[in-house]
């Protein structure tokens, strides 16, 4: 590998993962889950529950990549800890829904945040935002991590001005968050353990790092401290961040609403609350994408590394930028941006990516069992607590979601078979160099 490629350090690492968990879900999820939960306590204990669930993955993914360090995380990681074919298939569904479906949604996001603003329709604005993000990720790996750096940066700073501006302002309801028998009550209920569900989801981008192994800086070191620190620190934000919503927007107010961040910012800014939060979240989503434009082509990359027939995506740049495989990712965000086919395929990402990523914390399992000689410089910590509650949380959230939305298990199961096409490249492959 170009030695030039491994510049990537702690401070990038930390920013990648920070923007990629953190999207509009934290902002939009709260009015879903006070439906039935309706205690201060209880709210703030379904973030940190999902904020615990996301550090045992985080802990366990850090195992991994200092033991078999090597970017493109899942297909990286099943490839190596089961089957080849295994580690297409997660390859392939990260390639297609993974990032290229959450990045057409955060561009239409965009879009629709600053219409009014900016001249142009969402899907414009949304194209415009995808192409300038493309740009200043191809002109250089530097200029990437500068962008990537500064834009997570200037989010981190918006919302924590946001949180310290709704701790000095007086309350606008009478929440209580003292840890009663009626929270208690409530944090046992179907409702609090739907909600679960949809945090999960907001954490997720809690692994991004371990996509782009080989390009940081001794990995076996900066991996582990980088997710945990994310993930650490996202927590405390989103809980920061409920806590200023509850204080700000009565329960009845926010109860089945989509917009809760805009409710909130208007309760504490007043009418140009609204449109200062639309901004907000637009820079929050810009630093988004670039995380994703920055971890997702690592994945094509690496399996252009090992698929002599798609080569072509593991060609770099002289410092070492994957822009091929940038450029390809990026045709199919656009492409689902035209044709507005990103929604359905969102449905069935999540349940998707649970799926691999159960996998992978269970290949630490399976690893240490099957070489327990091998070389690892970081082990998870708690083990094996620690992926035993990660494991058990996912198979729960998958079964439930089996049960309750066949259709969006069946069309993730597909996606992942349709993966199979990818062996029709490895196996020409193989037979041209075998020969005749």
């Not at 879903?32 to 204990?45: E, P, R, S």
């Not at 089961?82 to 996001?109: D, F, N, R």
């Not at 994703?292 to 027939?309: C, K, L, T, Y």
Request: hydrophobic share 55%.
């Amino acid at each position: 590998m170009n030695t030039s490629a491994k510049s990537v350090g702690y401070v990038t690492a930390v920013s990648v993962a920070v923007a990629d968990m953190v999207g509009t879900g934290v902002f939009t999820s709260l009015g879903f889950q006070v439906v039935g939960t309706h205690t201060g306590f209880a709210l703030l204990a379904i973030w940190a529950l999902g904020g615990v669930v996301a550090l045992c993955g985080a802990l366990s993914y850090a195992e991994l990549c200092a033991t078999i360090p090597r970017s493109g995380g899942e297909y990286h990681f099943l490839r190596r800890v089961y089957h080849p074919v295994l580690g297409l298939l997660a390859g392939w569904s990260e390639i297609t829904v993974a990032h290229a479906a959450p990045i057409a949604l955060a561009c239409i996001a965009i879009g629709t945040f600053l219409q009014g603003i900016v001249p142009g329709s969402a899907r414009t604005i949304g194209v415009v935002t995808l192409l300038a993000v493309t740009g200043i990720h191809a002109v250089s790996l530097k200029v990437a991590q500068a962008f990537q750096v500064s834009s997570t940066s200037v989010k981190v700073l918006l919302i924590i001005g946001f949180v310290i501006v709704g701790a000095v302002l007086p309350t606008h309801t009478d929440v209580s968050f003292a840890p009663t028998m009626q929270a208690f009550g409530e944090m046992r209920s179907a409702s609090f353990a739907v909600s679960l569900i949809y945090v999960s989801y907001a954490f997720s981008g809690w692994n991004a790092a371990a996509y782009m192994v080989g390009d940081i800086r001794d990995p076996q070191r900066t991996l582990p401290r980088a997710m945990l620190h994310a993930t650490l620190f996202v927590t405390v934000i989103y809980m920061a961040l409920n806590w200023t919503f509850l204080r700000a927007v009565p329960m009845a107010e926010m109860s089945g609403k989509v917009e809760v961040g805009g409710l909130a910012a208007s309760a504490l800014f007043g009418p140009a609350g609204g449109r200062a939060m639309n901004i907000m979240l637009a820079i929050v989503l810009l630093s988004a994408i670039s995380a994703m434009s920055f971890a997702g082509p690592r994945i094509s990359q690496v399996i252009g590394e090992d698929v002599p027939a798609l080569e072509f995506f593991a060609r770099r740049s002289a410092d070492g930028q994957p822009r091929n495989a940038l450029v390809a990712q990026q045709l199919i965000a656009l492409a689902f941006i035209l044709t507005g086919t990103f929604e359905p395929v969102l449905a069935y990402a999540g349940f998707t990516m649970n799926l691999f990523s159960l996998l992978v914390v269970l290949g630490v399992f399976v690893l240490r069992r099957r070489e327990p000689d091998l070389p690892r410089p970081y082990r998870t910590w708690g083990y094996p607590v620690t992926p035993l509650i990660f494991i058990a949380l996912s198979i729960w959230t998958l079964t439930f979601v089996t049960i309750e939305r066949p259709a969006t298990a069946l069309y993730g199961l597909l996606t992942v078979l349709s993966g199979f096409f990818l062996l029709l490249f490895k196996r020409s492959n193989a037979e041209e160099t075998a020969g005749p």
